[in-house]
């Protein structure tokens, strides 16, 4: 029977049905009814037409409802009568579309989701040019002052605050968020009010400073305080009223990122005293977004920000810019951009690149995953040819057929795709809290969500008909006549083998390149983890001091006051050693200076380049940097003269070659016109690392505390723990800073943390490459178990003769084992070949290894090697213990 | 199967086939009087009851439809029975025949 489209159908039953009934109503006019009254006749007894269209549709719609549950049927009793087969291609999608699934949900948090606002739409970020998002507050006080611009603009910043009163730092999320912030992002509060431009002043507005804290904030920290509202915060050391909260599904404008308190914008003034950058002309720190009018677009809004630049730039010019550089602040053109999923975010900045490689990567595996389920669907499709040829000679359509494999098909897919969500929802959170590091902690929602569930669900549909079609047709070309040849159980040709085969090696290869991949990544990794740091970062805590900021004291005494910590601590039980310095390694601070050019006249500019430290005495000791030649920095040092300072053996190397350092006199480059600080060599250090930990130690000078030369608002405590230090030692620590020198605040990091958190992004490498590599080892092991176990079962009959005809077990596992082992090496040779020449690519990531490493290759090569062993080795040493005489009995 | 609907559906297929298998090829005004005399006007069909059977039997490929002219010059849709719908009325006849006898044991006085 022809399928009609159902438009044609229903037109051409309204004709039938109106063909009956007119028929009818002739009967009842040869009787002599008049007309009118056999149509009113012919109508009741027609019982309805609306309805009986009704019926009708059902009964179509009907038939393919039955026919679909019987193709489920017969699908699911397929699939649980070969469960190898079942369960390889389940695991198979579920790892492959679950780890596309875990990739993305990732992405679409830090990407694409728009922000949880009312009209996301709406919103949009302003550069201050080019790709830069930062102002300073004279420029945004510009912006305020023109609300024509667009229908609400706010200003904002991030900040960690300082919660604690004294002592111990408490530090939290906060923003500076200026008047209108709540009507930019259309934002209602959970509790009490937003914050209003009236509280958007230097001082605090009509209630004094006031803040607005996070729904989560309040609930995790406050306990969810019945009495929120008018609680008293110390942020910063500053007093701060709560008045509203914030719903929970609001986390800001970054995504990535929660906020804990928010405080206007004007209070920056009252937290950094003097140190405010209200009034800077030069401190770029602000961003800067707004709220589209209704009749707004995104184009026009950056025209007006284009046309008002100039105005504004003129306003605001800074002082301290140099002549020359005037012109280019006046110039710069703003313009804005469309934010509906956020501005410009930290994570996005730092992660996009890796993710998108990683989503290749793990598109990748999927593909693995696509040639393993292609070649059990061959291979099923091919044991299934009698049947299927049996069918299409009894008169069954070949729709019908294709039909029915694909629903079986469909059925895989469901299965695999609801295990490839539980697989998902798992590894996207261990991943993010991989990528998740002490000092930046990643804070995204990943719960399932429609959008998600689309993404798996449109990946497992776009399988089922990729591999399922493909395969289905295939199998239903067979010719009827195939039936009629009666083979029954009788030994197949290989003829389709070529296929599988071809399918089984490009597996092999991709699998090899992800493993050589992991290999080189990991070892990257390790080479780096252990690389010497030139000081021992184990049991080595760094305690970064502040002053606050109302303090008025100079350096000399503001040292005092440091030292007056260090001495308190010495003393705690656990600790062995402490001294202070101005940095450590790799806190991104960089402090470089330039030797004058009379002092080494021979070398460039580069070569006179070095980096400081200033630190107090016992430092290298405390550190663990190994003291070469001379003396330690001194603890008193005349305020005239040369500074006694202290140089590790790169900077001997690179400016003072074949001569002896010590007593040498250098200068400093210094401004031009002034001549630079004096410096006296008194000690040589060996080298260590600064702030790179793949470059090699650069030339360092190790400067007297006293002589450093910067504004003393933070300094840092290194101390040396005992290997057993007690438990409550961080309690100790705190209570004797505290008491010592109550007016400083102070948090702990140990030094290790430090380090580790320089290596997160070769970390996560890694980690991703070899659960991936691991991933795609297991999907090949799978793939190659399934289809060597269906080969063997398609070879029953013929294994069955060969050992009744005296053929020993081994001699079985050999015939299979050979065929499998010829297939995998050509995967290992295509995919040695595939690893060379992608390997180029990842160059720049490696740490001591060539992209072409062979220890990396040969290793690769060996464990795939063995995985395929292991994998054919199961089905072959079952075939060779297959009973010959059942096996005989059936054929 | 089992609802009253099933039972009534499946016995409503055998008269219709039954129907075209005495009349030839009829359309579906045709069939439905036909039934109503032969149950001696017992049964009225409705159009909601008559056409979704009629429907079933072509999914089935007992009939098939064909348009064509009535007696009186009216367009109409006819049916026509298959080989297929040959065999069926065969097979639908003597499990019939099987169950009306094995009904019959039942309902008259105990017999050898």
Known sequence: ?891 | MGGKTDVWQGTLALMVLKTLEAMGPQHGYGIARRIEQTSGHRITLNYGTLYPALLKLEQEGAVTAEWGTSENNRKAKFYALTKDGRKQIARASREWAATTAIIERFMSPQQS
Request: hydrophobic content about 50%; aromatic content about 6%; proline content about 5%.
């Open chain 1, 1 to 891: 029977m022809a399928t009609m489209r159902p438009g044609l159908a229903d037109r051409e039953l309204d004709q039938e049905l109106q063909s009956h009934l007119q028929l009818h109503i002739d009967e009842h006019v040869r009787r002599g009814t008049p007309p009118v009254e056999a149509r009113r006749l012919a109508l009741i007894e027609a019982g309805g037409l609306e309805w009986a269209k009704e019926a009708v549709r059902d009964r179509r719609g009907v038939r393919w409802i039955e026919q679909l549950m019987r193709d489920g049927q017969y699908g699911l009793r397929f699939l649980r009568r070969s469960p190898g087969f079942t369960v390889a291609a389940v695991l198979s999608l579920a790892l492959g579309i679950g780890a596309n699934t875990a990739i993305f949900s990732i992405i679409d948090r830090l990407m694409l989701k728009p922000l949880p606002i009312s009209d996301p739409q709406r919103l949009a970020q302003i550069f201050a040019t080019g790709d830069r998002v930062n102002f300073t507050n004279p420029i945004w006080e510009q912006y305020r002052a023109r609300p024509e611009l667009a229908e609400s603009l706010a200003a904002y910043a991030s900040a960690d605050f300082n919660m604690a009163d004294r002592g111990r730092t408490d530090l939290v999320k906060g923003m500076w968020v200026s008047g209108r912030f709540f009507d930019v992002f259309g934002v209602r509060p959970l509790l009490g009010r937003s914050l209003r431009p009236s509280d958007d002043q230097r001082g605090g507005g009509a209630d004094g400073p006031v803040a607005v804290i996070s729904e989560q904030f309040w609930r995790a920290r406050l306990n969810a305080d019945p009495a929120i509202l008018g609680r008293r915060l110390s942020v910063e050391h500053v007093t701060f009223t709560v008045v509203g909260v914030t719903p929970a599904p609001f986390f800001g404008p970054s995504v990535g990122t929660r906020f804990d308190v928010l405080v206007p914008l004007a209070t920056e003034a009252l937290i950094r005293g003097k140190q405010s950058a209200l009034d800077r002309r030069s401190s770029w720190w602000l961003r800067v977004v707004a709220r589209l009018r209704p009749d707004q677009s995104v184009e026009q809004l950056s025209a007006a920000v284009a046309a008002a630049q100039p105005e504004i730039r003129l306003a605001t010019l800074p002082g301290d810019w140099s002549v020359k550089e005037l012109p280019k602040y006046l110039e710069q053109p703003a313009h804005a951009v469309g934010a509906a999923r956020g501005g410009q975010s930290y994570f996005r900045s730092q992660y996009r690149d890796a993710l998108m490689a990683v989503m290749v990567v793990v598109a990748f595996v999927l593909l693995i995953a696509c040639v393993n389920i292609a070649n059990l669907l061959l291979a099923r499709a091919d044991a299934r040819a009698h049947e299927l040829s049996v069918r299409l000679a009894l008169g069954a359509s070949r729709a019908r057929l294709v039909r029915q494999l694909l629903v079986e098909s469909s059925l895989l897919s469901l299965a695999g795709g609801g295990l490839a969500l539980l697989f998902a929802g798992w590894s996207s959170r261990v991943l993010v809290a991989q990528l998740s590091t002490w000092g930046d902690p990643i804070d995204i929602d990943l719960t399932l969500d429609w959008r998600v569930l689309g993404f798996t669900a449109a990946v497992a549909a776009g399988m089922t008909l990729l591999f399922g079609l493909a395969p289905a047709l295939r199998a239903t070309r067979v010719e009827a006549a195939d039936a009629l040849r009666e083979r029954g159980r009788s030994a197949r040709g290989h003829a389709r083998w070529g296929v599988a085969s071809a399918l089984l090696v490009m597996q092999v290869a991709l699998c090899l390149a992800l493993v050589v991949a992991a290999g080189l990544f990991a070892r990257t990794f390790t080479s780096l983890a252990g690389r010497p740091l030139g000081f021992d970062a184990s049991h080595l805590l760094t305690v970064t001091l502040s002053m606050p900021p109302s303090d008025q004291r100079d350096n000399a005494a503001r040292l005092d006051r440091y030292q007056r910590a260090r001495d308190a601590i010495v003393s705690v039980p656990g600790v062995r050693q402490a001294a202070l310095s101005v940095l450590t390694p790799f806190s991104n601070f960089q402090w470089q200076s330039v030797i004058d050019k009379n002092d080494a006249p021979s070398l460039s500019e580069e070569r006179r380049e070095y980096w400081v430290n200033a630190v107090g005495p016992g430092w290298f000791e405390t550190v663990g940097t190994a003291r070469h030649a001379g003396q330690d920095v001194s603890a008193a040092t005349t305020a005239k003269g040369p500074a006694d300072v202290v140089v590790n053996d790169a900077f001997v190397r690179q400016l003072l070659p074949g001569r002896n350092p010590i007593g040498q006199l250098l200068h400093d480059a210094g401004d031009p016109g002034t001549p630079g600080d004096a410096r006296t060599i008194v000690g040589v250090v060996g080298d260590a690392l600064y702030d790179s930990i793949r470059d090699e130690a650069p030339a360092t000078m190790y400067l007297p505390i006293e002589k450093m030369g910067l504004p003393a608002t933070e300094i840092v405590l290194n101390i040396r723990m005992a290997d057993d230090p007690p438990a409550s030692v961080a309690t100790d620590l705190a209570t004797a800073i505290s008491a010592a020198t109550p007016e400083l605040s102070f948090s702990f990091r140990p030094m290790v943390e430090q380090v580790s958190a320089r290596l997160v992004r070769e970390r996560t490498v890694a980690l991703l490459s070899t659960f991936f590599g691991a991933l795609a080892l297991l999907l090949a092991g799978l793939g190659l178990f399934g289809v060597v176990s269906y080969s063997v079962g398609r070879r029953r009959t013929e294994i069955g003769i060969r050992l009744a005809l005296g053929a020993r077990p081994s001699s079985v596992v050999r015939l299979i084992g050979t065929r499998v082992a010829v297939l995998v090496g050509g995967g290992l040779v295509a995919g040695l070949a595939l690893s060379w020449w992608a390997a180029k690519f990842a160059g720049a990531l490696l740490f001591g290894l060539t992209p072409t490493d062979p220890a990396t290759f040969v290793g690769a090569a060996c464990v795939l090697g063995l995985v395929g062993l292991a994998a054919a080795a199961i089905p072959a040493i079952r075939a060779s213990r297959t009973d010959a005489a059942s096996v005989l009995r059936e054929g």
